[in-house]
């Protein structure tokens, strides 16, 4: 048991209220939406913390529901946990020896709960509070309980909520005081906590690059690329002057410069009201952001304003790439900055939007994180996640953890795909064998579509994909409706041929003797979307359309013959990137595992219009959710599943052709 002291405390208006389930199918549609009251609380807690003079080492274990940020003695020492399921709650540890001091301490929380239903938190289930233990050496010297004191902030005002009601704005006042302190309420909660701490994230300040003055007293700032934080700002003013706070990814041609009403479906307009005097302002939560316009009203004056960077542990010269192209360098940089600054507690898909773990985006970013970093913690994070999922629907869930019940079923084949990295990178054969497992949940999920000849058809409990956005689908001839069109398509099957394709091989691995059906998925799959005439896989059985992703799956698994391999390379080759970037990866991957290596490369350094080198062109500083900003009509600008080219170019590419570059690991 992790928490054997402390207790769990929350504000009187969540001490009586019971949890509301919120884990279903994502066809089971359910409407919850809690009361104003019960959304965007910022809860202060404070106690005191006393030091003997002899003291050892001084740890901490916290968590909370949905978030902290922890101080003592007014400095800062941490925040989290990481999104997790109630089942299977996060936590985290510090030393914090070094914040003490002899005798009474000041130990200070603010506790955010959000009470949204989205993919940025589990939250919305009423839910709520903190647990909270410090340790000298082994012994509790102090842990949360109902002496522990709260107050609740009318700071924050709702206005609007950013992205797909993924954060609220932050309209901050600090004229605002909070209620009167009053003492904690101990709840008895359901959490089943994980068994070791998570790792906490690395949080610091970053100054802007440039700074520059608008017309009426405005400073715009840039901070030279994308970066995911939140701003720190102190102004000077009288009480109820305000501060416009702007934040976009891109300029625009106006006075305040900033594009803040985002091209991602963002409006990061957001107001800070002063007291009297000399104010500081630290917003809570994050967003993804360059550029930035602070505004003043009245006769206030802006004192200072820099960023508070966050992501997850990130070595920039732990992996580096050396090479004479400029294109080549240009796009590692793009791909390598967005996976740092997506990889948050979480992979997030984008720190704007979502901000939520899709798990076919986490096997792009995932394997990137890691070649990065050297690190597999987040990966296995991640992986579990996928795992816990089960407990919904064994065909997993497309977004793990989070509140939003989400399904795509191109996404839940491909966890083997995770399962075997991370196993090739650690060699951990007990950790494979629970993925095994959940595997196995997966086909015997699908298999309950299939008909006679073992090929699925009619899948209509999760999203069929193929790619994203539509218009990079390469008319892909089958009628993605959701829920889905009847009939049997290829891109839904190529997947699930090769997800059976890798259970096999995890078996082999694990030494787990069973009978083998993939030869027979494969002649099924052969016989229903091989075109003879063509040498190419078509879209569905009687239509004469080939897609690309018709083409790729197949050959990413190693589905068709050696034989047909040549033309179908051909053909891909010769169409180039007529996908999305998500789809990229596989492409990629599957020229790789045919030998066309070169081909790879060229598409990796190419410069036409569906191109790495267009979002550099394009001024990304991370790489896009599209191959340019007007791909899609809502494109984010830091979107790590368009990091294809970090793995490929690590794994495939440079092992084989090392003339093309090498890569130096520290």
Not at 380 to 387: E, L, R, V
Not at 566 to 587: N, P, Q, S, W
Request: glycine content about 6%.
């Amino acid at each position: 048991m992790v928490f054997q002291n402390g207790e769990w405390i929350c504000a009187k208006r969540f001490a009586k209220l019971k949890p509301i389930d919120l884990l279903h199918k994502e066809s089971e549609k359910r409407k919850t939406e809690l009361p104003d009251e019960l959304k965007n609380i910022h809860m202060l807690i404070r106690c005191k913390l006393n030091i003997a003079k002899d003291h050892g080492r001084i740890r901490l274990r916290i968590t909370a529901d949905d978030y902290y940020k922890l101080y003592i003695n007014s400095e800062f020492v941490g925040q989290g946990p990481t999104q997790g399921y109630q089942f299977c709650y996060y936590w985290n540890e510090y030393d914090v020896t070094k914040y003490v001091k002899e005798g009474e301490n000041d130990i200070f929380a603010d506790v955010y709960y959000q009470g949204l239903i989205n993919r940025a938190y589990n939250s919305g289930d009423l839910r709520m509070g903190m647990v909270a233990e410090f340790f000298d050496n082994d012994k509790c010297i102090l842990s949360s309980d109902s002496e522990w004191e709260y107050a609740l902030s009318d700071a924050y005002k709702i206005t609007h909520t950013i992205g797909y009601d993924t954060i609220f704005a932050e309209n901050f006042d600090s004229r605002a005081r909070v209620s009167s302190w009053d003492k904690c309420c101990v709840k008895n909660t359901d959490y089943v906590f994980s068994a070791e701490p998570a790792v906490s994230l690395s949080v610091y300040r970053k100054k802007p690059k440039f700074a520059e003055k608008l017309p009426g007293g405005g400073i715009f700032y840039d901070f030279g690329s994308e970066i995911t934080a939140s701003l720190s700002l102190t102004a000077f003013g009288k009480s109820g002057e305000t501060v416009r706070i702007l934040c976009g990814e891109e300029l625009e041609d106006t006075p305040l410069k900033v594009r803040y009403n985002m091209r991602c479906n963002c409006l990061c307009d957001e107001r800070w009201t002063l007291d009297d005097g000399e104010c500081k302002y630290e917003q809570y939560d994050y967003k993804a952001f360059r550029y930035v316009a602070v505004i003043p009203s009245g006769d206030a004056e802006i004192l200072s304003l820099e960023a508070i960077v966050r992501h997850y542990p990130f070595d920039d010269d732990y992996c580096t790439l050396v090479t004479d192209s400029k294109v080549l360098n240009s796009v590692w940089n793009i791909c390598k900055n967005a996976v740092k600054y997506g990889s948050q507690e979480v992979y997030v898909d984008c720190p704007t939007r979502e901000k939520g773990q899709y798990s076919g985006d986490m096997v792009i970013t995932g394997s990137a994180q890691v070649i990065l970093t050297g690190n597999t913690s987040l990966l296995k994070k991640a992986i579990d996640n996928q795992m816990q999922s089960a407990r919904i629907c064994k065909g997993l869930m497309a977004v793990t953890p989070g509140s939003l019940m989400q399904e795509i079923a191109d996404y839940s084949l491909q966890f083997p795909i995770l399962s075997l990295f991370y196993y090739k990178h650690t060699g951990d054969k007990k950790y494979l064998a629970e993925n095994l497992s959940v595997c196995e949940g997966i086909i015997s999920h699908f298999r309950k579509f299939e008909r006679a000849d073992g090929l699925l058809e009619d899948v209509i409990d999760k999203w069929n994909l193929v790619d994203w956005p539509e218009n990079l689908r390469d008319g892909y001839d089958f009628p993605l409706t959701q829920p889905i069109g009847k009939g049997c398509h290829n891109v839904i099957n190529a997947f699930y041929v090769g997800c059976v394709m890798q259970t096999e091989q995890i078996r082999e691995i694990l030494g787990v003797k069973d009978s083998k059906r993939s030869m027979e998925l494969r002649s099924a799959f052969d016989n229903e979307f091989f075109n003879t005439e063509t040498g190419l896989y078509v879209d569905r059985k009687g239509s004469s359309h080939s897609a690309v992703h018709s083409n790729i799956i197949p050959t990413f698994y190693g589905i068709c013959s050696s034989e047909k391999e040549k033309k179908i390379a051909d053909y891909l080759i010769e169409r180039g990137m007529c996908c999305g970037v998500y789809m990229a990866y596989f492409l990629l991957k599957a020229l790789c595992r045919m030998g066309r290596y070169k081909e790879a490369y060229s598409l990796i350094v190419s410069e036409g219009e569906h191109s790495w080198y267009n979002m550099v062109r394009e001024g990304a500083t991370t790489c896009f959710e599209a191959w340019g900003k007007e791909q899609k009509w809502n494109t984010s600008l830091c979107h790590p599943w368009a990091s294809a080219p970090i793995t490929v170019l690590a794994e495939d590419i440079i092992p084989n052709l090392p003339d093309t570059a090498r890569i130096i690991y520290s």
